[in-house]
């Protein structure tokens, strides 16, 4: 049977276009390892959409690119998707990595209650650093490279077949290894300023639910 | 659109950094590429200039600034650097 990922990419601001664009790096993976892509895409990241696609489609990953808050995550135009106490519970029996603010503190540990289920995201704000000179070519943006590679190693350790768990490991690890980077090379002044964001953004990446769930 | 429901309670809890806090936070945004963005929260954007008035400032933003920045610095004393740190507790 064809898994099924469902990814919504809002595009309606410069940091969704950097999370849309990036996402991008690992559609030919998804494709190699066999699984179909729904993506919604700008005005399609609604709820309305997600909604049906989660309950008529039962994608086994969910990757959500948006803004967010603490028990929920958003689309297009920041307008609520999935929501704690009203339609998590779309997200059972799934492996959702929601690269948003804040979700994994309330909406993720909602979530990952629910029986065979994993939700991995973030327990504080998200911080992507990047230039304006790169925001028509985002992928091209090597500082915005230092959070949106790990962040994509998420994704792409799962679909080579990995547990959860085991993609947040190698997602921190991958912060890790930027920062020690950073720490240890003759970088210029310019890059190692965006060391204090990756140990952030690695101190708050989250698992929540089952480890050991693969898709 | 502010998603943060909880933001009256936070800020109520919000930690007050002291002005050798802002100071320092201020010298080190001031060591940001020019041209630089930070995308943070519910969909800001803001320049390194942007920030740095946020900072000095004190408001919702500058404060989230200085957690950050004196995370990191109590991050570096806690060996988050190392490997071991990784892993989950």
Redesign the interface.
């Known amino acids: 049977m064809t898994k099924r990922l469902l990814l919504t990419r809002p595009d309606h ?3 969704t276009r ?1 999370l849309s664009a990036w996402a991008e790096k690992f559609f030919d993976l998804a494709k190699e390892k066999g699984c179909s892509i729904i993506d919604l895409r700008r005005e399609r990241a609604n709820r309305i959409e997600v909604e049906s696609v989660l309950s008529k489609r039962n994608p086994c990953f969910v990757v959500i690119n948006g ?6 995550v ?1 689309g297009y135009e ?1 307008k609520p998707l999935l929501i704690a106490k009203t339609n998590s519970s779309l997200l059972k029996g799934k492996i959702t990595y929601a690269i948003s ?2 979700s994994a503190l309330v909406l993720g540990e909602e979530v990952g209650r629910y029986k065979d289920t994993a939700y991995i995201g973030y327990k504080d ?1 998200f ?7 790169y925001r028509t070519r985002p992928t091209e943006d090597n ?1 915005a490279g230092l959070f949106l590679e790990p962040s994509n190693l998420v994704a792409t350790t799962l679909l080579k077949g990995h547990t959860a ?1 085991e993609s947040v ?1 190698r997602a ?2 991958e912060f ?1 290894r930027n ?2 980077k950073l ?1 240890t090379s003759k970088t ?6 965006a ?3 990756l ?2 953004d ?2 708050h990446l989250t ?1 929540c639910g089952k ?1 050991d769930k693969k898709l | ?1 502010n ?4 933001k009256d309670a936070n800020e109520k809890n919000a930690v007050q950094y002291d002005d050798d806090v802002r100071d320092l936070v201020v010298a ?1 945004l001031e ?3 020019a ?9 800001q ?1 803001l ?1 390194k200039e942007k920030l740095i008035q946020c900072v000095k400032e004190g408001n919702e933003t500058g404060q ?1 600034m200085m957690e ?2 004196m ?2 610095l109590q ?1 570096l004393k806690d060996g ?2 190392y ?1 071991e ?2 892993a ?1 507790n």
């Open positions: 601001d410069y940091a950097y803004h967010g808050g603490d028990d929920l958003a920041n603010c804040q704000d911080i992507l650093l990047y230039l304006e000179k500082l768990k490991l921190r690890q890790l920062i020690q720490l210029t002044t310019d890059d190692s300023s060391l204090r964001y140990v952030w690695m101190k698992l480890g | 659109m998603f943060d429901k909880n080190r060591t940001l590429p041209g630089a963005v930070i995308s943070i929260g519910s969909g954007e320049t989230k950050i920045e995370s990191f991050g988050i650097l490997d740190a990784l989950f």
